[in-house]
């Protein structure tokens, strides 16, 4: 049973770096195809990708925030983190982690998010 | 960057009613099109993945279909656990998108 579980700070201030810890079980960031990924939601407005990480430590970000994201993982200890520098009240809304998976059909596969953790809702605010 | 426009951004809809939500993408996607439906203060969950295939354990009144450009999702005789948002999401290529969902209420 694979489950994933967003922790860090629900308060930072303006400028301030967001540091976001996902701690998963159920699956092993080792294995081959296999990515985690982090994905957040404004409130009352659409989800947007954000960063992803695979297996094989290969990092994809999302164009418009590359400069502030940095993502790794400790495979070792089942952890993937994500870093965000100069938060900003618009960065507001609720933060996911979401387990990458590739999906196998007839000759071809094709890749999507088919867990993720509750969520962890994070407010910039001074 | 592939854009995704869902359409419409919201619908009202009775139970039992069959519902068709459209993603549109910028360019070709052929089928790295996944769906997901989202409740209140939920995380989203899977239900369509590779445009037309059904995730494990998700209802078969639910069906997508569409490659390319244009995609559908449908929901066959609507429930009353079916009212949520639902999003499109492609996965073909990076940067990955969001469409801006569509909110599914009752009528």
């Known amino acids: 049973q694979i489950t994933l579980k967003e922790s860090g700070p629900t308060l930072v201030k303006p400028t301030q770096t967001l540091t976001l810890t996902c701690t998963f079980s159920g699956f092993s960031l080792t294995t081959s195809g296999v990515g985690v990924g982090w994905i957040r939601q404004p409130p009352g407005k659409a989800l947007e990708w954000l960063a992803l990480?695979?297996?094989?430590?290969?990092?994809r970000y999302s164009p418009r925030l590359k400069s502030r994201l940095t993502i790794t993982k400790d495979a070792s200890k089942n952890q993937v983190v994500l870093s965000m520098t100069n938060m900003d009240p618009v960065d507001t809304g609720t933060y996911y982690c979401?387990?990458?998976?590739?999906?196998?059909?007839?000759?071809?596969?094709?890749?999507?998010?088919?867990?993720w953790g509750q969520g962890a809702l994070v407010t910039v605010s001074s | 960057d592939i854009q995704l426009t869902q359409s419409p951004s919201s619908l009202s809809a009775s139970v039992g009613d069959r519902v068709t939500i459209t993603c549109r993408a910028t360019?070709?996607?052929?089928?790295?099109l996944n769906w997901y439906q989202q409740k209140p203060g939920k995380a989203p969950k899977l239900l369509i993945y590779a445009a037309s295939s059904l995730q494990g354990g998700v209802p078969s009144r639910f069906s997508g279909s569409g490659s390319g450009t244009e995609f559908t999702l449908a929901i066959n005789s609507l429930q009353p656990e079916d009212f949520a948002t639902y999003y499109c999401q492609h996965s073909y290529s990076m940067p990955l998108t969001f469409g801006g969902g569509t909110k599914v209420e009752i009528k």
């Open positions: 360019q070709t996607i052929s089928n790295y």
């Open positions: 979401a387990h990458r998976a590739t999906f196998f059909y007839g000759s071809g596969s094709s890749a999507g998010f088919d867990f």
């Open positions: 990480i695979y297996w094989d430590d290969d990092k």
